[in-house]
């Protein structure tokens, strides 16, 4: 099966991305939009900030247990509400990435989870103000019971073969597939950030 980590959902190189947060954090002045290196930057004129802007790092875990994987199913007021996900969230600054993963994991479905392996990691080009780079995960639950909660409203146990429920990610769609067809290993994960 074909291999894809690269998903974007508008052209991309259509638009520049910045949106309108012109005023520098840290003296308040209006920041220049100005050549650096090979692409534009905020910069301050009057204390010399520069605004780097990076993709939001996440993770997401593909839940499994025997055949099934659990999804759950976005709140209507968040972005693609009422659609269905893998489970996961943002990494907080001063989080790693796995720890973010058995904290995103407990808040949105009650469960404790093993992570297993790093399945893969994507690029999700969304919008000109939301680019992701999301780590996915596999994992297997090892307490708790299902209580949807964060940002989930109901969660479910489903067939790897599908069918599914109207998806909200793409990236999400393509490692189920190609799990479900390949019987992905992943890569080995850091024993002592695998139990939470
Ligand atoms: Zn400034």
């Known amino acids: 099966m074909e291999i894809k980590q690269i998903f974007e959902s508008y052209e991309r190189r259509k638009h520049e991305a910045f ?4 005023h520098c ?6 920041c220049a939009l100005l050549p650096s290196g090979r692409s534009k930057r905020l910069r301050c004129p ?18 499994v247990r025997d055949d099934m994987i659990l999804l759950g199913k976005r ?9 269905w996900c893998l489970p996961g969230g943002f990494v907080e600054f001063e989080e790693d990435f ?35 780079l999301v780590v996915v995960l596999l994992a297997e639950k090892i307490s708790g019971a299902l209580q949807p909660g964060d940002d989930m409203v ?18 999400d769609e393509h490692i189920i597939a190609r799990y479900q067809q390949t019987k992905l290993a992943g890569a080995p994960v850091d024993p002592q950030f695998a139990f939470p």
């Not at 949106?19 to 012109?22: I, P």
């Not at 954090?25 to 209006?30: D, E, L, S, T």
């Not at 009057?46 to 839940?63: E, H, K």
């Open 19 to 22: 949106d309108t947060w012109m």
């Open 25 to 30: 954090p840290k003296c308040g002045a209006r």
């Open 46 to 63: 009057q204390c010399g900030f520069v605004l780097y802007r990076n993709p939001s790092p996440g993770v997401v875990a593909l839940i």
């Open 75 to 83: 709140a209507q007021n968040v972005y693609k509400g009422e659609k």
């Open 98 to 132: 796995l720890s973010a993963a058995h904290r995103e994991i407990r808040e949105e479905t009650g469960l404790s989870i093993k992570i297993l392996s790093i399945l893969s990691v994507v690029s999700n080009f969304f919008s000109p103000e939301l680019h992701t």
């Open 154 to 171: 109901e969660l479910e146990w489903f067939p790897l073969s599908g069918p599914f429920s109207l998806m909200a990610f793409e990236a």
